[in-house]
């Protein structure tokens, strides 16, 4: 089972593709969506759902895995956001895969154990699972491999 992991933002939404094999997680891709700030907001979300439309197409994920909204004292960055997880969601429903969305807690704690890991102790987990030489980088990447992974364990395949 291949799936795709997102960690969504308006400026950097971060993907993790993976394939799942018995219990074995396997890296395929990774990186970022870069937006450029001096685009409006509609070009930056089209830019957003082009690029996760791409990922889809190249790679034919089973699922995909979106970070829920956590929301925080910054409302507007929480907008941002959720029109970034809108198009991602959009992007998804279109091709009619299935979305599991997923908390920032219970990424972490299926990835790290403990529910308020930060980022480097995420990052060093997605490492070691996933076998790689160093820590993924940006963060954002990360993150959407972490998604990935939690979601490749949550779903059971039919």
């Not at 997102?6 to 870069?34: F, H, K, W």
């Not at 925080?72 to 929480?78: F, I, K, L, T």
């Not at 807690?105 to 403990?114: I, W």
């Given at each position: 089972?291949?799936?795709?992991?997102?960690?969504?933002?308006?400026?950097?939404?971060?993907?993790?593709?993976?394939?799942?094999?018995?219990?074995?997680?396997?890296?395929?891709?990774y990186?970022?969506?870069?937006?450029?700030?001096?685009?409006?907001?509609?070009?930056?979300?089209?830019?957003?759902?082009?690029?996760?439309?791409?990922?889809?197409?190249?790679?034919?994920p089973?699922?995909?895995?979106?970070?829920?909204?956590?929301?925080?004292r910054?409302?507007?960055?929480?907008?941002?956001?959720?029109?970034?997880?809108?198009?991602?969601?959009?992007a998804?429903?279109?091709?009619?895969?299935?979305?599991?969305?997923?908390?920032?807690?219970?990424?972490?704690?299926?990835?790290?154990?403990?529910?308020?890991a930060?980022?480097?102790?995420?990052?060093?987990?997605?490492?070691?699972?996933?076998s790689?030489?160093?820590p993924?980088?940006?963060?954002?990447?990360?993150?959407?491999?972490?998604?990935?992974?939690?979601?490749?364990?949550?779903?059971?395949?039919?």
């Amino acid at each position: 089972m291949i799936v795709l992991g997102i960690d969504p933002g308006t400026a950097n939404t971060g993907y993790g593709l993976v394939s799942r094999e018995g219990s074995r997680i396997r890296l395929l891709d990774y990186g970022c969506l870069e937006t450029l700030p001096d685009r409006s907001l509609p070009e930056r979300l089209l830019t957003i759902h082009q690029g996760i439309s791409e990922l889809i197409e190249e790679h034919g994920p089973e699922l995909v895995g979106v970070e829920s909204l956590f929301f925080n004292r910054n409302v507007q960055s929480a907008f941002a956001v959720g029109q970034a997880r809108g198009v991602v969601l959009l992007a998804a429903a279109a091709r009619g895969l299935p979305v599991l969305e997923l908390g920032p807690a219970e990424v972490k704690m299926a990835v790290t154990g403990y529910g308020r890991a930060d980022k480097a102790q995420v990052q060093r987990m997605v490492q070691a699972i996933l076998s790689l030489a160093a820590p993924p980088r940006p963060d954002h990447a990360a993150d959407a491999l972490a998604v990935a992974i939690c979601a490749a364990h949550t779903r059971v395949p039919a």
